[in-house]
T-cell receptor, first 113, second 112 residues
Framework: QKEVEQNSGPLSVPEGAIASLNCTYS??????FFWYRQYSGKSPELIMSIYSNGDKEDGRFTAQLNKASQYVSLLIRDSQPSDSATYLCAVNRGRGSQGNLIFGKGTKLSVKP | ETGVTQTPRHLVMGMTNKKSLKCEQH?????MYWYKQSAKKPLELMFV???????ENNSVPSRFSPECPNSSHLFLHLHTLQPEDSALYLC???????????FGPGTRLTVL
């Protein structure tokens, strides 16, 4: 069983719509969850981190965590063409200093004008 | 410079060459990481250094040799690589106790 799973996409949404990106993880002891955005040819950049069940909002982005279902999602409201990128879900088993992140393969998002 | 920097940004080498990748972080962090990103595969953690001590080595072949002389600098020494080692090599750093990692721009490596 893969440790962190994401639908590879591409996920295509029209400009202004809500994009919903999903991620499941296998290690029930995971404590920290992250969403990174990666533009083609660039390095990943952190968008959101979430540690507790529920929703966390930051501007147009909302991360949702459900540890019972081992599920984390990212919602992007009012999607813009500049949001077109690959979104990586990453999970850390603990909150220690080693920061051993396990990444999913990423979901490619395309926002059409 | 700010953040995490990596040099060179692009590298082409033959299988018999020896080269080194360099990473420098200007964030005051005390943990640094090397990742490999190949097409169609997830980011793979290669090495972790915390307080200049290697704490993770994910079964990486010995033709990759890391070095962390201080908390701001990290090297990846390469020798007798194979074509399948061609990938984007990413460096990241984080602050101990806070596991958010910040990535450098990467080195695109091509092995001929």
């Amino acid at each position: 069983q893969k440790e962190v799973e994401q639908n590879s996409g591409p996920l295509s949404v029209p400009e202004g719509a809500i994009a919903s990106l999903n991620c499941t993880y296998s290690d029930r002891g995971s404590q920290s969850f992250f969403w990174y955005r990666q533009y083609s040819g660039k390095s990943p950049e952190l968008i959101m981190s979430i540690y507790s069940n529920g929703d966390k909002e930051d501007g147009r982005f909302t991360a949702q965590l459900n540890k019972a279902s081992q599920y984390v999602s990212l919602l992007i409201r009012d999607s813009q063409p500049s949001d077109s990128a690959t979104y990586l879900c990453a999970v850390n088993r603990g909150r220690g200093s080693q920061g051993n992140l396990i990444f999913g393969k990423g979901t490619k998002l395309s926002v059409k004008p | 410079e700010t953040g995490v920097t990596q040099t060179p940004r692009h590298l082409v080498m033959g299988m018999t060459n020896k080269k080194s990748l360099k990473c420098e972080q200007h964030l005051g962090h005390n943990a640094m990481y090397w990742y490999k990103q190949s097409a169609k595969k997830p980011l793979e953690l290669m090495f972790v250094y915390s307080l200049e001590e290697r704490v993770e080595n994910n079964s990486v072949p010995s033709r990759f040799s890391p070095e962390c002389p201080n908390s701001s600098h990290l090297f990846l020494h390469l020798h007798t690589l194979q074509p399948e080692d061609s990938a984007l090599y990413l460096c990241a750093s984080s602050q101990g106790g806070v596991d958010t990692q910040y990535f450098g721009p990467g080195t695109r490596l091509t092995v001929l």
